[in-house]
């Protein structure tokens, strides 16, 4: 379950962290509101995962999956560019989440 919870703490982020631009300085409130409940439930959430999850490994995988989306979001809905280095960065990223949840003896699956 705590695996869940983490999943729906890197949603939540990354759904108030895309509607951060549109916000336009908090003056329009309906995505400042997205951005208020969707930072609280993620760090809600990522409490929830915190009874099952070391604090270091549960916010490098939030951070890092996080990372990753928010990038990917970025060059599919507001066409920002990614070059090569930011790929191969972005897959370094993805493979350090990997090698946490495959070979860190530190996690309990």
């Known amino acids: 379950m705590h695996w869940l919870y983490l999943a729906i703490a ?3 982020e990354v759904i108030a962290t895309s509607a951060l631009n549109a916000t336009q300085g908090f003056t329009r409130w309906l995505p400042s509101l997205i951005v208020v ?3 609280a439930a993620a760090f809600y959430f990522l409490s929830l ?3 099952a999850i070391p604090l270091g490994i549960a916010y ?14 970025g060059w599919a809905v507001y066409q920002q560019p990614l070059d090569l280095p930011a790929m191969i960065g972005i897959g370094l990223i993805v493979a350090g989440v990997a090698v946490l949840n495959l070979f860190s003896k530190t996690l309990s699956h």
């Open 10 to 12: 890197i949603v939540s």
């Open 60 to 73: 490098a995988v939030w951070s890092g999956v996080g990372v990753a989306l928010i990038a990917l979001i």
């Open 49 to 51: 995962t915190l009874r």
């Open 37 to 39: 409940i969707g930072y």
